[in-house]
């Protein structure tokens, strides 16, 4: 990827997967590719921002459980809750058992239902307490985690925007990323996702070692394996039950990943 692309590529990632102030010149499929690589650094600075939050709070003198709350709500205001809004939406449609066209109906409606309610709650429920968690055994811990999870979260719509994956509307931000990212570019962006995660937890404390490798370096590259994986059982799923991707299932891989990651890192 040149300069010109990649300076395109990110302003695609950047205006299309948060909320900052980036304006997006092209839209097309060209610099739709470029965006869907260049989402891992769109995560990797909302990542930063959440455990910056989190720190200060830290330092403020609160809790790890209000450090782990703001941590938390920081991905959510940088994306303006469509990534959690994908997720209830993907949930609902899931949860219908209706055939494809109904179900996707059910996930373009304004409102959520049960399903995306309590998934919205458990989600929640769930990262919190990781965070709270992981900061409870040091802010570096708990900082390096909400970073690799948000880098994580955006891995794996590189990886759902991979040739062979098709859009199951004609519309939308699906349509316009779908299948744009040749195969082993999204897998080369994904291992070195894992690496750097491996690097970032390096550092950090930890008991033993594996084959020579710090016993945190495992646990972080682990981590990154596991949630990718099951980010792409959720993408399985939605491809069997809408017939592709759309923008709703971009929000619920994101969420479920960036779970899933943290989760990991309290089991390591």
């Known amino acids: 990827m040149d300069t010109a692309a990649a300076r395109t590529g990110l302003r695609f990632a950047f205006g299309t997967l948060t909320v900052l102030p980036v304006r997006v010149p092209r839209w097309d499929r060209t610099a739709a590719r470029g965006g869907m690589l260049c989402a891992p650094v769109a995560g990797a600075v909302v990542g930063l921002a959440a455990a910056a939050l989190g720190g ?4 403020l003198g609160s809790g790890p459980l209000v450090a782990a709350v703001g941590t938390v709500a920081v991905p959510a205001v940088l994306t303006r809750g469509l990534h959690l809004d994908g997720l209830a939406d993907v949930a609902d ?15 373009k409606q304004s ?19 990781a965070v709270a968690e992981l900061y409870a055994e040091g802010w570096a811990v708990g900082a390096t985690a909400a970073a690799v999870a948000a880098l994580t979260a955006r891995t794996s719509l590189t990886l759902a925007s991979r040739e062979g994956v098709p859009a199951a509307r004609p519309e939308g931000l699906g349509a316009a990323v779908a299948g744009t990212v040749p195969v082993r570019a999204a897998y080369g962006a994904a291992a070195a996702v894992a690496v750097l995660a491996a690097l970032a937890g390096a550092p950090l404390a930890g008991d033993g070692a594996y084959a020579g490798v710090p016993a945190a370096a495992v646990a972080y590259a682990a981590a990154v394996v596991l ?6 059982l959720l993408l399985r799923h939605c491809r069997r039950r809408f017939g592709g991707v759309t923008g709703d299932v971009y929000g619920a891989l994101a969420e479920t990943t960036a779970t899933a990651a943290l989760v990991v890192l309290t089991l390591g």
């Open 93 to 107: 449609g899931l949860g219908s058992g209706k055939p494809a066209d109904d179900a996707l109906r059910i996930m």
């Open 111 to 129: 409102d959520i239902g049960p399903f995306g309610v309590l998934t919205l709650v458990l989600v929640l429920l769930a990262q919190t307490a």
């Open 56 to 59: 200060v709070l830290l330092l």
């Open 227 to 232: 949630s990718l994986a099951c980010g792409e």
